[in-house]
């Protein structure tokens, strides 16, 4: 039974301390937690459900970094690495483009040489061939790399990706934010205050983000609460974050190993994160890492975006995810309509999308 306090708070849109939020994780009932999610839910989305027409596209996995959880990346030279040409980046985006998306994800490796340009070219290439196409590229962390290797300021990377056409930062890179966990599963990466201070230069200069989570290895309950402290004060702060991201962790491959989550754990994640982000307004069960049924359950416990179609997604794929490789828009629909909410088709600031022409046979 979840203490009466805890309810009665969240039923009057009132915020919960972080040991509330502990106290959700211990408890039984979760069907009471998947009410008061619901309850947030419909506070900031009604019945709607939303999903996007994307397109995810790696341009390299070569990294100078070895984080424990990542299946992904390769050194330099290495057998396995890939890094795309601008060229090829195009006819990716193409096939993004031919196929309806009006989003194209882009994220890679921390890469060693590939030249400032490069990241300047890709993105003014990118937006002069596809004009109507939002760019939501590089994480944090790709941010702060650039910083370093350009020696400039994480503002002045910002601005010159923005002026080359860059829309909205996504949410990779925080991992979990606690010292303990970070010192284990990826001891090189930025901390906590240089991951939130890219997402505040971000907001300052009008780009929108999202904020992820990597749960399911070797975390306790007390480090995601802690982490989704951190999130819930970037955003009082700054406010510019749209979605908040719980990736499940994939084991295979990777040198942290050890097995999936269990799906009552990524149902609590999901619904503690919807009642404790009071003001972040979307929550996603990003279907990719959780599996189809499990991120469609959880449109009934706090989630409202399906992500979308993401086409050929590579860094959860290289890590065992069994999920499909693409998933067609009425697929998605039914997906949505099964659980009595309503399917929207959004673009990435979630407006909604009145299609002109009808979708390619191949995702529609
Ligand atoms: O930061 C790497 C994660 C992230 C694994 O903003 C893994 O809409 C699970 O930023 N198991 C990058 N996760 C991806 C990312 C993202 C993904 C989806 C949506 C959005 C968005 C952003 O991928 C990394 C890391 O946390 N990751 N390896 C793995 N084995
Ligand atoms: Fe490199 Fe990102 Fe993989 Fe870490 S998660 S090793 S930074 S590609």
Redesign the pocket.
């Known amino acids: 039974m979840i203490n009466k306090t805890i309810q009665e708070k969240v039923f009057a849109n009132q915020r919960i301390k972080e040991e509330e939020a502990l106290e959700l994780f211990h408890t039984k009932d979760i069907h009471t937690l998947g009410r008061l999610a619901n309850h947030v839910r419909r506070r900031w989305n009604g019945d709607k459900a939303y999903y996007i027409v994307n397109k995810h596209i790696n341009y390299s996995n070569v990294c100078i970094d070895s984080?424990k959880?990542?299946?992904?990346s390769r050194k330099i030279g290495k057998e396995g690495g890939f890094t795309y040409s601008i060229e090829a980046m195009v006819q990716k985006a193409q096939e993004g483009a031919d196929a309806g998306a009006i989003e194209i994800?882009i994220?890679g490796g921390l890469h060693p040489r590939l030249p400032y340009e490069y990241y300047l070219d890709l993105l003014k290439t990118l937006k002069q061939r596809f004009p109507h196409i939002v760019l939501?590229c590089f994480?944090a962390?790709e941010i702060s790399h650039l910083a370093k290797r350009s020696r400039q300021s994480i503002d002045a990377v910002l601005r010159d990706l923005k002026e080359a056409g860059l829309d909205f930062l996504?949410?990779?890179?925080?991992?979990m934010f606690s010292e303990q966990v970070r010192d284990v599963i990826c001891p090189r990466k930025l901390y906590v205050d240089e991951w939130v201070d890219v997402h505040k230069a971000a907001h300052r200069l009008g780009i929108p983000t999202?904020a992820?989570m990597?749960y399911g290895h070797i975390e306790t309950a007390e480090d995601i609460i802690d982490h989704l402290h951190h999130i819930r004060t970037l955003q009082d702060e700054s406010g510019g974050v749209v979605?908040f991201?719980p990736?499940?962790?994939?084991?295979e491959n990777?040198p942290l190993g050890g097995t999936l989550s269990t799906g009552l754990t990524d149902l609590r994640v999901h619904a503690i994160s919807r009642i404790y982000l009071d003001n972040i307004p979307h929550l996603?069960a990003?279907w990719t890492?959780l599996g189809v049924k499990c991120a469609q359950t959880l449109l009934l416990f706090g989630a409202d975006d399906f992500?979308g179609t993401v086409i050929n997604e590579k860094?959860?794929h290289m890590?065992g995810a069994k999920s499909p490789k693409i998933l067609t828009v009425s697929t998605i629909r039914r997906i949505i309509e099964e659980t009595g909410l309503t399917p929207v088709e959004r673009d990435t600031f979630f407006h909604p999308v009145q299609r002109e022409a009808p979708l390619p046979a191949a995702i529609a």
């Open positions: 984080c959880f990542c299946a992904f994800h994220v939501k994480t962390v996504p949410g990779g890179g925080a991992e999202n992820t990597l979605t991201i990736l499940k962790f994939q084991p990777t996603k990003y890492m992500d860094i959860v890590a």
